[in-house]
């Protein structure tokens, strides 16, 4: 690859059924179902030090979603596993956010059969994107409560990542005008689930807890499951109530886009005292550690834009 073509993807590259693109000219059809009715799944895997993190896991949870939708791909796995090297290759990008998705695509003409449908893969990577940096990390975020409750797992499956984000963008809003940085959501019972974008866990009398049901099966989640696990933590994976939340010792929420992320308030309230987010950060700097370990991440292979 030349340095023109490589400074088209400056800002980032995508991928469109078939081709790639730089980012900012990467469109979606307008009938697209993905597009009109959130009939779409997608999954977020990031590098870091040019190694992709999880990307099996990544690609399977993906793929398992696609088969839940009947989505009949475009493209095999290991065609897909090729376009995210290939997008992240081309822009080089050291540390990168690396989006795919796959959508419904257009209906047949004359049908309102989702199944007649021929379902679009997409993709695009742009630099590496945090809830939180590394700075905001060490003295914990600030958290709500949202008012809206999570889409009922009755309504929308949690574990097929989606575009139901209605309520997380509620939440979104209601934490910036309370002036913090993310918003947590119970469901109908009262239960934590997740929220824009993360799982949460709660630290309570040096027991760990994370919801069972009703949130996504997030890769950072399992994780951070394993890295406690090995240091010996107990953990709780059941319904965990209102009442843990507000009563931890220590909160953090977990996600491929920014990894362990301490609370340090909720509804503006501190979060827990002695602890100081010590659990949290522990497992934090564990699981920045693993991205060096070839049993958890794959190196980017340039070469594939060569050709
Ligand atoms: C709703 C929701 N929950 C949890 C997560 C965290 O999942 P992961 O750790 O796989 O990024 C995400 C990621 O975007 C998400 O959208």
């Keep these: 690859m030349n340095i023109q073509e490589k400074n088209i993807f400056v800002d980032g590259a995508a991928y469109v059924n078939g081709e790639f693109m730089p980012v900012a000219e990467a469109s979606v059809p307008v009938t697209d179902l993905g597009f009109i009715r ?18 099996k896991d990544h690609v399977d949870r993906f793929l398992d979603s696609c088969e839940r939708l ?3 791909l475009p493209l095999s796995r290991d065609q897909l596993i090729d376009m995210l090297h290939g997008m992240v290759a081309r822009t080089g990008f050291d540390k990168a956010y690396v989006n795919f998705t796959a959508t419904r695509g257009r209906l047949a003409k004359g049908s309102r059969n989702p199944l007649d449908c021929e379902n679009r893969v997409y993709g695009f990577t742009i630099p590496f994107s945090w809830i939180a940096p590394f700075e905001e990390q060490d003295a914990g975020i600030a958290m709500i409560v949202a008012s809206s409750e999570r889409t009922a797992i009755e309504t929308m499956d949690p574990t097929i ?41 709660m630290l309570k009398d040096d027991v760990l807890w994370t919801s069972e049901t009703g949130v996504l099966m997030g890769i950072t ?87």
Excluded at 166 to 188: C, P, Q, W, Y
Excluded at 246 to 267: M, N, Q
């Design 221 to 307: 989640r399992r994780t951070v499951l394993e890295i406690a696990e090995r240091m010996g933590v107990e953990v709780k994976v059941t319904k965990v109530s209102e009442n843990i939340l507000r009563s931890a010792d220590e909160i953090f929420i977990s996600s491929t886009a920014g990894g362990v992320i301490p609370v340090r308030s909720l509804d503006g309230a501190p979060v827990g005292g002695a602890s100081n987010a010590r659990v949290a950060l522990d497992i934090r700097d564990a699981y920045w550690k693993l991205h060096d370990d070839s049993e958890y991440s794959t190196p980017v292979r340039h070469d594939i834009v060569q050709a």
């Design 38 to 55: 959130s009939d779409a799944t997608y999954d977020v895997v990031h590098v870091w030090n040019g190694r992709f993190f999880r990307l």
């Design 161 to 201: 990542k989606n575009f139901q984000w209605g309520d997380f963008t509620r939440g979104m809003i209601e934490a910036s005008d309370a002036g913090a940085k993310v918003a947590v959501h119970l469901n109908h019972e009262g239960n934590v689930t997740e929220g824009a974008g993360f799982n949460a866990f």
């Design 70 to 72: 009947r989505f009949n």
